[in-house]
């Protein structure tokens, strides 16, 4: 049989999944993991402090809980999507994502959602400053996401008003939280929070005295599940 004859084959036996979601899968791979997926916008530097924060929240998640979550970071630099490969365990993807040596670019969210319909998020993380979408594109493909259960999460870093109220929008439209963090310092604080919570939503984890931001993270992620029950 040809290569070509095989993969027909396959095709109809697993079903089809287009990027503009018109045709969708009627299979779902087994999967016991989480997917978190975790933008990121702004400058470069923004894009190492995060995967700093990200190495320590999987440190702490893999020693409680083996490799139930994976996680990737994606970047908007030199004008394209940079993407790690997705880490089950601590250092992979942030190592990874260290090596971008690039220029911050204009964001590219609603091409950015588009791809990651089909890699079956569980939770999708915007941090940074920047939101240079359509808005109407960036909510059509938020929509589809939140079709597939996925919520959006986004952590505004700086000052600007415009991004931040889209920022807001898009985590309201899916159900997700929206934060205003005091500054990039902040994101280390909230990360291992926000991904103790993400592994396991039926439990908002502790947070020791003193982490105003991890405070304010907690109150709204409790409240979060309480208004939205019906999303996994």
């Known amino acids: 049989m040809k290569l070509k004859d095989l993969l027909q084959k396959m095709r109809a036996a697993l079903g089809s999944f287009t990027r ?15 997917r978190v997926e975790i933008m990121v916008t702004g400058d470069p530097s923004r894009v190492g402090a995060v995967a700093d924060a990200m190495d320590e929240a999987q440190k702490q998640l893999f020693a409680g809980n083996g490799d139930a979550i994976e996680l990737r970071i994606t970047g908007f630099l030199d004008n394209c999507i940079h993407r790690s490969r997705w880490s089950k365990k601590p250092f992979k993807a942030a190592a990874q994502a260290r090596r971008w040596q690039c220029e911050q670019a204009k964001t590219r969210f609603a091409d950015a959602f588009a791809d990651s319909r089909g890699e079956m998020l569980d939770d999708l993380v915007i941090i940074g400053d920047r939101f240079d979408d359509r808005m109407e594109d960036a909510l059509r493909q938020v929509e589809h996401l939140k079709e597939q259960g996925v919520r959006v999460h986004c952590f505004h870093t700086g000052k ?73």
């Open 160 to 232: 600007d008003l415009s991004s931040q109220e889209a920022y807001e929008k898009l985590a309201t439209e899916s159900g997700g939280v929206f934060m205003r963090l005091e500054g990039q310092s902040s994101i280390a604080e909230v990360m291992p929070i926000l991904m103790a919570h993400l592994n396991d939503r039926d439990k908002v984890p502790a947070v020791e005295a003193g982490g105003n931001e991890a405070q304010k993270l907690k109150r709204l992620l409790t409240q979060d599940d309480e208004e939205n029950p019906e999303l996994p």
């Open 20 to 34: 503009d979601g018109e045709a969708v899968a009627d299979w779902e791979p087994f999967k016991t993991r989480r």
